[in-house]
Structures are given as C-alpha cells and as structure tokens.
C-alpha cells in the first residue's frame, strides 16, 4: 500500500510539471497570437496536444495505482477528479505535502483555464475588428445595402459578417 501511495504522490508531481508546460505554452500562444505568427502557432497547437495526452497517460497511472492499492475508486480517465482521489488516499497515508501538491494542481488548472479564455477572447476580439474592417473596406459598415436583386432576394441587415460569402461574382 505504501509504494502505491507513493507512486501517486509521484505522479501529482509529474503531472504538475506538465501542467507547468501547458501554462508555458499558453504564454507562447499569447505571444504568437499578437504576432499573428501562425507557424508558431500550429507548433503550439502540437505541443499542447502532446502535453494533453501525456496528462491523460498519468491519470491512467493514477488509476492504475490506486487499484494496486486495492482502494475502489469507480473513475476513468473521462470522470477523473483529482479532488475524489485525494479523498480515496487513506487519512494515515495522506500527509501534508499530499494536499500541498493538490493545492499546486488546483492552481495550475485554474491558471490555464484563465489563460485559455484570455487567449479565446483575444482570438474573437481580433475578428470582430476584422468583421468590422472588412465592412468598412466593402462599404457597408454605415447603411446595409442588398447584395442581391436589389435587395428582393437576400439584404445584409445587422450581421455582414457572411457578405464576402454572399456576394455574387
């Protein structure tokens, strides 16, 4: 019982490594997303991929260490709950360092989540303005005009975002 304990602690810190790499690359992206450097970008992308399933791989681990320890914890990979594992170590066995570590994953998570909605919000901010340039380029950001069959078919009302599509040729 004792090395599968030991074996999770283990992992916790393996996967707080790899929570610290997908925070690194979120900062890349950010950096990337401003340059609009799209190379970097789809590198990041890998990257991020390859970090994911790594952390899915430690969950399995997890998992694995946990039925070794003969402990029933009912999750897989997909319901994995760091908080309902922490709770299935026995009292004895669940030092101080133990929720310290937990604590550390909870922050790292947090961080990404922060950081992942930022990065989504420059993403749609950045196409808005676009939209917007675009209309303006077209002219139809002050007044809507119709786009077909002097507007008897199909009018761009308050959303052009498609018009470039609808546009004939």
């Known amino acids: 019982m004792q090395t599968a ?7 916790f810190y393996e996967k ?35 970090i994911v399933s ?15 320890a003969s402990i029933d914890h009912g999750m897989d990979v997909s319901s994995f709950s760091l908080a309902d594992v922490l709770a299935l170590i026995p009292q004895g066995h669940r030092a101080s360092r133990f929720e310290k570590t937990y604590l550390s994953l909870v922050a790292l998570k947090d961080e990404i989540h922060q950081r992942s909605r930022e990065n989504r919000l420059f993403i749609e901010e950045s196409l808005d303005f676009l939209d917007e340039l675009i ?23 308050k959303h052009h975002a498609n018009l470039l599509l609808h546009k004939e040729v």
Do not use: F
Request: net charge neutral.
């Open 5 to 11: 304990i030991q074996t999770i602690e283990d992992l």
């Open 135 to 157: 209309g303006v380029i077209v002219g139809t950001a002050d007044k809507p005009k119709p786009v077909y069959n002097n507007g008897r078919s199909l009018t761009c009302g």
């Open 16 to 50: 707080i490594l790899l929570y610290q790499d997908l925070v690194a690359c979120m900062k890349r992206e950010r950096d990337a997303l401003i340059r609009t450097d799209m190379d970097v970008l789809w590198k990041i992308a890998d990257e991020k991929q390859s």
């Open 54 to 68: 790594r952390i899915a791989t430690v969950r399995e681990k997890i998992l694995a260490a946990l039925s070794e």
